[in-house]
Structure formats: C-alpha cells, structure tokens
C-alpha cells in the first residue's frame, strides 16, 4: 500500500490505487466484454467506421454468436450481461403490441411471458456469429392483435448503463451495432438510447422503423423495413425525418436503404457519435444521415442533473401510438421465416488527453537551483521520456499540469511516475479543485511505477484545474511524467423502475397519481401486507467514498409517518425512520456514510412497524467530495 492510499484513506475518502490501464499495442488476445469504462476496456476491433477520427477505447463490447471469436456465446451469458424487462411500463401504458419474453422463471419480472411456458417456438437463438431474436405468437394464439398483447419478442437491453452518461460523462461516446431484420407486417424495430428519466429528455433513436401502412410517411407501406428514421428526442436534429422518412433518406444521400435493390437480408453497421460538446451524429454504413445537439440531462436543460445512459436492442411488432396507428391483426404464420438477428454492439468511450511533459502546451517547469533532465532510461512512462530533479535544488523546482478539461465536473485525477529504490518516497503534488482550493496529496515513488495511480476525485473546474508535482521536503529523485484525468458522474440515483423482482418481497402498487415523483411513477405498499413488503435500491457506485444518501416519496395524510429505511455501507447497517405525510417531492437526506465502489452497498425500504401507506420511489447517492 503507498502512502497515497494512506494518505487519502486519512481524509475519509478510501480509493483504491494501482489501476492498470491497458495501453495494449495491438490486440490478439481473444475478445471480452469489458467493464464498461477507460480503466476496465474491453478487448475486440476498433470502430468499423472511423467517423470521428481515432482515440476512442472499446469498453463494452456484445459479439454474439457460438464461435470461440465471440463474447455473448449462449443463453447463460446472455442472462448474466442482459434483462428482458419492460422499464418503461410498455405494457401498461399501451404503445406497443408485443411483450418481451423472458427466457426463465428466474430472469422474468411479474407477469412477463416466459419462454417454454407461454411459448412454443424459439425466442431467442445462437448461431456461429449471430444471435437470433423471433417474434412468437403467446399461449397459442393464431390471430395476432397487439390490442390482446398476445404476441411475445425476443428484445433485450444491457444490465450495464453508462453512469452519468454523453457529455456530462466528459467523453466522447461511440455506439456501433451491426444489425439486420427480416420482418413481418407490422414490426417495430428500434436501436435506440435514453436516460434513467426516460420521458424527462435524453433519448435518441439511432435508428426506429415500423411496419405500416401509412402513404403520409416514409412513401407507402413499409412492411419490409426499407424506411426508416434517426433523430433525438429532447434536442435538435438537422434533418426532419418525421415528416417524411423517405425524404428525409433521400437528403442525406440513402434513397432506398440498400440501393439499387432493397434486400432486407442484407446486413447494416449502425453507428452513434455523441461528443462531450453535446454534438450528436448517426451513421448507417459510414454515411452520416443524421446530426444535431442533445443534453443528456432531465429535460434536455444544459445546466440540469445528468442522467445515464442505457442502450436498448427492440426487435418487437405492432404499434397502438396514434401516429403510426393500423387496426390490424395477421395471423400468427406470418411470423414464420421472420427475424432480428444481431452479429455485435459495441460501445467506445474517447477520455480527456492525458497530460504528459512531452507535450508542447499546458506544462510550466520551474527551476531554480539546477534543472529538471529528461530521461527514458527506466520504463514504464507516458510518451518519449520523463523529467527528473537530479535530487538537487530541493523545494525550488515543480512541474505543473494545467489540463484543457471540456467542461467542469467530477475526476478521478490519476498519476503516473517511474519507480526504483532512489526515488523519493515524500512527493508533494498539488491538485487546485474548482473552489480554488488546493489539495496536496503525498506520493511514494519507490513504488507503483509504470501504472496509473489514482490521486483522489475531485470536483475540477475548466477554468483552473491544475496538478503540479513539487520537490519541497523530499529525499530522493522526484520524477514528473504525466497526469490523466477521467470525468465520472458524482451522484447515482436507484428509481423504483430499475428495481428486478429479486429486489422486492410482498406486493407493490404502481401509481403516477401524486406528484412530486422521480422518473416515471412511484410504488406502494397499499397499506396491506405489514411486515412483508421490501424494495431494495442497490447503487453501482463509480468510485469508493463517502456518499450522502437521499430518498425521495410522495407526500400525502394518508402515508406513514415512520417508514424504516436500512442502509448498508463499508462497516455496517443503519436504521433511519422518515415521515413520508411531509417533505414529499424533494431529495430527502437520510444520512451520510462511507460506501465502497460496486454494488455493495445500498439502501431498504420496507413497511414492518407502519401505520399508512409506505412510497418507495427513489434513492440518491450523492459522493461528498474534497
Ligand atoms: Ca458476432
Ligand atoms: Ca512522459
Ligand atoms: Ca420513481
């Protein structure tokens, strides 16, 4: 352990040191999935299309199909990296006319179809490079009505969402899908992206076709997918699809999807840049066809909390949305032959530059008493060469970084130096946060050389973040290399729609009918079931900490006013009670504890003890920072 670590564990803060960062030259290795940031990437090919020029980093990445090649391989795999859930209450508030089917018991949310039971046909299904997705008629049914939801698919969306994700995320984000569908009439098809708040802004749809007949759009009947659209919601597009998709094709250059002839076999890399400077483009096959602006946050504001980003794969059918509406049933045969079938997603992130000595801007050496040398003799550093203070001219010399941040927000501030038994083991460095202040962090350097050592987080301000690296009070050479700095979201919030079955015990009651709730209802306990009714919110936390916990309710006379509220941390577990007949519709503080990074931590909800109506609606973790 350095005395980094120890000295930042004394703040309270505890984080972990020594994260590697693969800076692997090319990659042979067989390819994985990826832990979904810089720090944990994924091993696979580089964007297919090169349409934002190189440095961006595979972090997630979803190859389907049985080849040794592959990362999604079977169904286990499948269940552990993805869920089958309607989050966004589809189904209860009815747009669509197909359910997503679960493949299990175990991976189904209460009343979903599962396959095997309410099925007879595949749902799902690996070939050597692809996974297959099907639409399947329910519990036997011969004539499909998406009024009757009796038609099941074999949509899926990642588990795994990127905290805080597009611009206040402070990286450039890259999502390329590669993708064919060969469908019936009436087929929805969507690869699209929204925010933790859907309905509250930050959506995009990369691309989204119906099957329907409908003259005013997309020139006729599109029951074989040739038409399609690629805008955002919440934001600004360049070209007006909505009016006529055909159209809006033709604009950008695309007249008939796969041209001369159409082919609905054919295969379509499906790309979306969204750049930190809220700039958004969509590409199919390389060929821009759509651009424009979006803010990731609650209600597309600039200036408004940031949301994730979860990524969604809907290979579905019917529509009852008024815009696209057709009374229409088909019978079941026509799904025979049909399909979505998936070869691969992947997900780049593009950080913030490192700032290393070697660089023409952006680095002030001060020297006073002898000069900082330049030297490539000991490996493991960042560009050419590193400097050193030849142990001489002691608290006269320092190196600052002053880095070209895009915006302010929350870093982990990394350090890199080379190690050897002459370093100094007392490094000051010091980080200037956005308030102006200075936090001085203390590092050894006899040890962790050749690796990224985490500095601390910190709120950073693009105005006057700067780290320098002093040589006052050490013994030994003091090595300057470089610095990095990656951007993280410093709050994650839990909404009841995010929570799976095993996350619940007894029954809870939905409901959108007081206000004041976060993203899109709130749940209840009707005020029956006494003692037996649990909702457990489980954060990921991006990094260990101290974090101040929230939970938010609706306030009403008829509610609890003693719900209990178990939270979990690094050491152990707290009880705190909230009256939830006050203080409805705002961010409540129930405390502020240590948590570890992951999914460790966390909070319960539950109506043991209560007289009234227990709201469980959402929990806040906010990191407290330096
Ligand atoms: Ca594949
Ligand atoms: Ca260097
Ligand atoms: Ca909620």
Redesign the pocket.
């Given at each position: 352990m350095s005395f980094a670590l120890r000295r930042v564990m004394i703040r309270g803060v505890a984080l972990s040191v020594g994260l590697a960062l693969l800076l692997s030259p090319a990659w042979a290795a067989a390819e994985t999935i990826g832990g979904g940031t810089i720090a944990t990437p994924a091993v696979g090919p580089a964007p297919a299309y090169a349409v934002d020029g190189s440095g961006f980093v595979l972090v997630k990445n979803w190859n389907f199909g049985t080849s040794p090649s592959s990362t999604v391989t079977d169904m286990s795999i499948m269940n552990s990296h993805f869920q089958y859930h309607d989050q966004h209450g589809l189904d209860a508030n009815p747009g669509y006319g197909a359910s997503m089917v679960a493949p299990n018991a175990a991976t189904a949310i209460s009343g979903q179809p599962i396959e095997g039971v309410d099925t007879t046909s595949p749902v799902r299904a690996f070939f050597t490079d692809t996974l297959r997705t099907y639409l399947v008629p329910l519990n036997g049914a011969t004539t499909l009505d998406p009024y009757l939801l009796n038609t099941g698919s074999g949509a899926f969306q990642p588990k795994w969402n990127l905290p805080g994700g597009g611009s206040r995320l402070g990286q450039d984000v890259l999502w390329e899908t590669r993708v064919r569908y060969v469908t019936p009439r009436h087929f929805w098809f969507a690869l699209w992206a929204d925010g933790n708040n859907w309905n509250k802004g930050a959506e995009y749809d990369l691309i989204e076709s119906f099957g329907y007949d409908n003259a005013s759009i997309g020139g006729g009947n599109n029951y074989d997918g040739r038409y399609w659209h690629s805008s955002v919601v919440g934001g600004s597009s360049a070209t007006n699809y909505h009016a006529n998709w055909a159209n809006g094709m033709t604009a950008n250059g695309i007249p008939a999807y796969s041209s001369p002839v159409y082919n609905p076999a054919e295969w379509h890399v499906w790309t979306w840049l969204y750049r930190q400077d809220n700039t958004y483009a969509a590409f199919v096959d390389g060929v821009q066809v759509q651009s424009g602006t979006i803010h990731w946050t609650v209600g597309g504001g600039s200036t408004a909390p940031a949301v994730n980003m979860s990524f969604h794969f809907d290979g579905t059918w019917g529509s009852r949305k008024p815009e696209t509406r057709n009374d229409f049933s088909i019978p079941a045969s026509e799904l025979a032959g049909k399909y979505y079938e998936w070869d691969y997603s992947r997900v780049y992130l593009r950080t913030e530059p490192v700032k290393d000595n070697t660089d023409s801007t952006g680095i002030t050496l001060t020297a006073g008493t002898g000069a900082w040398v330049a030297s490539s003799v000991t490996p493991g550093h960042i560009g050419t060469n590193y400097l050193h203070d030849n142990d001489t001219g002691k608290g006269t010399k320092s190196v600052q970084y002053t880095p070209t941040l895009s915006q302010d927000g929350t870093y982990n501030v990394y350090m890199q130096w080379t190690s050897g038994s002459g370093r100094a083991t007392n490094v000051p460095v010091d980080i200037v946060k956005a308030n102006g202040t200075t936090t001085t962090v203390t590092v050894n350097q006899t040890v962790d050389g050749g690796t990224w050592n985490l500095l601390g987080t910190y709120a950073l301000s693009k105005r006057n973040a700067s780290v320098t690296v002093r040589t006052t009070g050490t013994t030994g050479t003091v090595i300057a290399d470089a610095v990095r700095f990656t951007p993280i979201a410093s709050e994650v919030i839990v909404?009841?729609?995010r929570l799976s079955n095993s996350d619940k015990t007894g029954t809870w009651v939905h409901s959108r009918s007081a206000p004041g709730?976060?993203?899109?209802?709130?749940?209840h306990d009707n005020n029956v079931g006494k003692g037996s009714t649990t909702a457990r919110f489980t954060p990921n936390l991006p990094v260990a900490g101290t974090y101040n916990v929230y939970a938010?309710w609706t306030a009403d006379d008829t509610r609890s006013n003693n719900v209990p509220y178990r939270i979990t941390y690094n050491a152990g577990t707290v009880l705190v009670y909230r009256n939830q007949q006050v203080n409805g519709g705002s961010w409540q503080l129930l405390g502020t504890y240590p948590f570890n990074a992951g999914t460790s931590g966390g909070v319960v909800i539950s109506n043991g003890g209560t007289t009234g109506h227990v709201v469980a609606?959402?929990v806040r973790f906010e990191l407290v920072l330096p």
């Open positions: 909404d009841n729609a709730f976060h993203g899109y209802d709130y749940a938010r609606d959402a």
